[in-house]
């Protein structure tokens, strides 16, 4: 008998697990695969170092002590990689990062500007929820959707703007508006006006991170969980190994597994979990032989432009080491919930569309390709009337005392999300097991 299982070796089950053992509980975690950090993974090719997930990490405070109090030194990206660009008609256009700078700058039309300044003048929507494409049309207008919005809703979510959910996909501006009634007077009351937090990794890549955490836990790799079940108030987890006995269960695994998993607790919920739709990724990291990359971030590229491409990460220009002296590393993403068939494409075709659109949007034309990452199911969207799965989350977890639901389809897709959120998870299931007559050290 131990006190927690989790099954999931994520960023967020990896999070969950080492706030429990912090706290004095016998916990192991149960990942399927043969590596730990789900999406999280770092190739080393030939000098590059390339991140085939998530690239960076919006650190917050709240992220800076928990990697403070695991011991894990995170490195701050160069001050340069403020700097971000749009692709509009045949060119990169710098992203303002002032009020005057939006003021002075071409990326949208006078006409556009206009209508954004218009914002705090318009009156919040009789609809109890709405999709971002309609928030932003209704209050920013529609270039402002097109050329800002809906390529930053493809760089997050691999998205389409006009499914996902404004209230869950991004609570914050929701929020602006609900509570001061425009964003714009909201985000200058707050001074909440860009992203807060600073940007990081680590030395060797992200995969340091989920090295790290690993090496402080109990992890089975390649221990697949096939099932879960509860009898009176203990879980038995049967497993590739054997069976597990636990007081306490937490499910940090996607969607998709998790419903499966679910399925001997209930039924209809395992099978709702099954319908959330996660958009295709293709994530291509590219050696650039010769010419300098624009300084900064990167860029995005608007729907509206034609190109297939949905961005394009400097990833050399972040961080230090990131490729051999004198080269450049680039890391490109294409298609998802709005060009999805493209995962499917043979490599000769993806490599079509690199030299084209590569030579299209920023001149580069000598490159070699390092290597082609499908993420078939890759980001969770958080579409209009997502708040069903919320609902069902915390349902089974009332019917089911001691089961705990905890990953990005639930609480925010990013790896910060994940890491802020598994200090709560833990502390929920901390409480539980002290109502139970458990002592938490």
């Not at 009789?126 to 529609?142: D, H, L, N, T």
């Not at 590219?286 to 509206?304: I, M, T």
Request: aromatic share 10%; glycine share 8%.
């Amino acid at each position: 008998m131990i006190d927690v299982a989790v099954v999931g070796a994520g960023i967020s089950g990896l999070s969950i697990a080492y706030h429990l053992k912090k706290a004095g509980l016998e916990v192991k975690v149960f990942e399927k695969e043969d590596a730990v950090g789900g999406n999280i993974q770092t190739a080393y090719i030939d000098g590059y170092v390339c991140e085939l997930g998530p690239q960076t990490i919006l650190a917050d405070s709240k992220v800076e002590e928990f990697l403070k109090d695991a011991g894990i030194k995170p490195i701050y990206a160069n001050p340069s990689s403020k700097k971000r660009y749009i692709y509009r008609k045949g060119k990169l256009v710098a992203l303002p990062l002032s009020p005057v700078e939006f003021l002075l700058s071409p990326f949208l039309s006078l006409g556009g500007k206009l209508r954004v300044l218009k914002e705090p003048f318009v009156p919040r929507s009789p609809k109890q929820e709405e999709s971002i494409a309609e928030f932003v049309r209704r209050r920013f207008g529609r270039e402002f959707l097109d050329y800002v919005v809906a390529p930053f809703v493809s760089g997050v979510y691999a998205g389409d703007p006009e499914e996902l959910s404004v209230k869950y996909a991004v609570r914050k501006v929701y929020e602006l508006e609900q509570k001061y009634g425009s964003v714009i007077k909201g985000a200058i009351k707050l001074k909440a006006l860009g992203p807060s937090g600073k940007l990081i990794s680590f030395e060797g890549g992200n995969a340091t991170l989920i090295r790290k955490l690993s090496e402080s836990l109990e992890v089975h790799k390649e221990n697949v969980v096939l099932r879960i079940r509860r009898k009176d108030d203990i879980f038995i987890l049967d497993t590739k190994e054997g069976k597990v006995t636990a007081k306490a269960v937490v499910v940090s695994t996607p969607a998709t597994s998790t419903g499966y998993l679910l399925r001997d607790l209930s039924w209809s919920i395992s099978e709702e979990f099954d319908k959330i739709y996660y958009a295709p990724v293709l994530v291509v990291h590219v050696a650039v032989k010769f010419g300098v990359l624009p300084e900064g971030f990167g860029f995005l590229v608007p729907k509206k432009e034609n190109k297939r491409i949905l961005g394009v990460i400097f990833s050399s220009n972040l961080f230090e080491g990131r490729s051999p002296e004198g080269k450049s590393l680039i890391t490109v993403y294409i298609g998802g919930a709005t060009d999805p068939e493209i995962i499917e494409y043979e490599d000769e075709a993806i490599v079509s569309v690199l030299e084209r659109e590569l030579r299209e949007t920023v001149d580069i034309r000598d490159w070699d390709l390092l290597k082609i990452t499908r993420w078939k199911k890759g980001i969770p969207q958080y579409t209009v009337g997502y708040g069903r799965y919320l609902e069902l989350a915390n349902s089974i977890e009332m019917e089911q005392p001691g089961l705990f639901l905890s990953g990005n389809y639930l609480y925010g897709v990013s790896v910060a999300d994940c890491i802020r959120v598994s200090h709560h998870i833990a502390k929920r299931v901390i409480d539980f097991l002290e109502v139970k007559g458990r002592t938490v050290v």
